[in-house]
């Protein structure tokens, strides 16, 4: 593979390293290649000290660059540090090598121990730090005859648009150049982490589920140990005490996926008309027989966020995207502005309607339930038994049946439900079954806790999360929720209507400015994206414009902000990744994580992290990830074992970007799990 600095005119060159040195680490792609690549592109394609507009960085045909666009994250609401003591320490290095002053204080906030935890970097405008770009084509930059970046080209590492973003960068020094101080530390940091690199033995998952394998519903040995399964057990999790480090077989003959929305109505095999057995006529038919049934639900406007409970081939939630909603098919999380229960065989019913009082802690106050198994339209002996439990139970839960209609065309009936957005009933029931729950038990507590057989009242006060409904979308994804509270501390350290603010501004100047043009990543294949740490849902909603299904995923380590997700009519769900994610593997065309491998290599470890990651994305998918420098040459090692293709690398001021695509290469050798053999 031609070196991507090959085109560069090394004789231009001027520095004190030896010269074959540096035509080696140019010409050659050797062992060391990943960080004397890095160095001699800080050497060679230094940016000019006069600072250029965005119009001047752009090439004659008009276009962006890879490396001209924002990949700046320390900017507010833009970043976490993993601790203080992080923080305070990258103070020190930044004083002791720049001459640079100091942000003023309002600008360099930081989160205190009682927010959660979680620390926010000092934001920084150093000019003098080393910067790198490491990219696959051949369209870096060449030398101009004075030998300064040409400013037609990728010369300017960090654009004039991003420059800007850098809180108060009044560096004292005019000049753009790296100081030796600096430099020969950061040859000090790449020789450490070249002798500390570590190979990584790769091998083959060997499990009886082949390439269809997911470790925590796939324990096989537990699932054997478990005393019952009449409640499901063995379809809840169980994750190995050791996550697995072992690489997914993929299934033969595997094909790149069909590209949305094509993918949604056939395969190559198999052909889904948007029916199944429920939608003989078509999904959208039934849809639309829903919306006429009871016009309140207005699908795509007042109704946008879906749990769709059983959900088959996903043809309900396929196709209810055409009114631009987003449909979940998960298991927990918070106040769902529906949910859709279609044939889907859930005793809801059984003892004292525990799975049922389940959707009413997840349903949002006035959502509604549509239900339309066969005890709703069809008259057999169990399920008149079961229509008859159903009515009793949700009467005494004090849903109103809006409505029970029959499609002759389906031959499908709709019972659908609304949940109260008052306490009368429950005040006025002369039986207080099923009862309410205690005032001490936490409605919004959902990781990994037994179901409880109670109601939570329905949140009443006007500055209390679910007591108002949304506005419709898409106003809903702008605006801040109103129980946000300027007296509330946001994740970031401001008031939390601020930070949501700045929080999604900043990921629209990222995705826009960087993400859409400066990565290399082609949209039109991705449908299913993933935000591996999402705090307000700010990369998601940025993406808002694309035909892209986003999976924001809270972490439970990290501040409850998944009821934020939902106000803005996007969708989440809590996870832990120090174990595996529940969805089959290759399920995703893009992962994101904004500096979460940092965190979670405190943790477990990482390199069964990265497992997962490669696990649930599909080959030629990529990865892009935000994080601590270290973080980055971390990752990018073991992206190359995986003999994944590096699209790019760049840091500044020890915070990185990384982004990478997989490959369809599998390991030789295997490994036998064998709490996954039947």
Known sequence: MKSTLSNLKITQVICLRMQQKVKTACQKRSPRRSQMHQKVTTVCLKRSPRKK???????????????????????????????????????R????????????????????????????????????????????????????????ANNQSSGELLPSGAQSELSNETSTQSSSWSTQAAESKNEKETQQSSNQQKGYNWKLCNVTAGPDYIPCLDNLQAIRSLRSTKHYEH??????????????????????????????????????????????HGALHYI?????????????????????????????????????????SLSQAEFFDAVHCARCRVPWHIEGGKLLLELNRVLRPGGFFVWSATPVYQKLDEDVEIWQAMSEL?????WELVSVNKDALNGVGVATYRKPTSNDCYEKRSKQEPPLCKASDDPNAAWNLPLQACMHKVPVDSLERGSQWPEEWPARLDKTPYWMLSSQVGVYGKPAPEDFTADYEHWKRVVSNSYLNGIGLNWSSVRNAMDMRSVYGGFAAALKELNVWVMNVVTVDSPDTLPIIYERGLFGIYHDWCESFNTYPRSYDLLHADHLFSKVKKRCNLVAVFAEVDRILRPEGKLIV???????????????????EVSMTYSKDKEGLLCVQKSTWRPKESETITYAIA
């Open 235 to 280: 379809r809840e999790r169980h994750c190995p005490e050791e996550p697995p480090t072992c690489l997914v077989q993929l299934p033969e003959g595997y094909k790149r996926p069909i590209e949305w929305p094509t993918s949604r109505e056939k395969g190559e095999f198999l052909t889904f008309p948007g029916g199944g057995t429920q939608f003989q």
């Open 394 to 398: 949700t009467k005494a839960m004090c």
């Open 626 to 644: 935000r994080d601590k420098i270290e973080i980055i040459n971390e990752l990018e090692n073991m992206a190359r074992s995986m003999h994944w």
């Open 53 to 91: 507009s965005n119009e001047e960085t752009k090439s004659d045909d008009g276009s962006n660059t890879e490396t001209q666009n924002e990949v700046n994250n320390t900017e507010d609401g833009g970043t976490e540090a993993d601790d203080s003591e992080g923080n305070e320490a990258g103070q």
């Open 93 to 148: 290095d930044s004083e002791e090598n720049s001459t640079e002053k100091k942000p003023d204080t309002d600008e360099t906030e930081t989160k205190s121990d009682e927010n959660a935890g979680e620390d926010k970097d000092r934001e920084t405008g150093n000019d003098q730090i080393d910067e790198k770009v490491d990219q696959k084509d051949d369209k870096e930059s060449e030398k101009s005859s004075d030998g300064q």
């Open 288 to 328: 639309d027989f829903v919306n006429e049934s009871v016009p309140d639900i207005a699908w795509g406007k007042r109704t946008r966020v879906i749990l769709d409970v059983g959900c088959g081939v996903a043809s309900f939630g396929g196709y209810i995207c055409r009114d631009g909603n987003k449909e979940a």
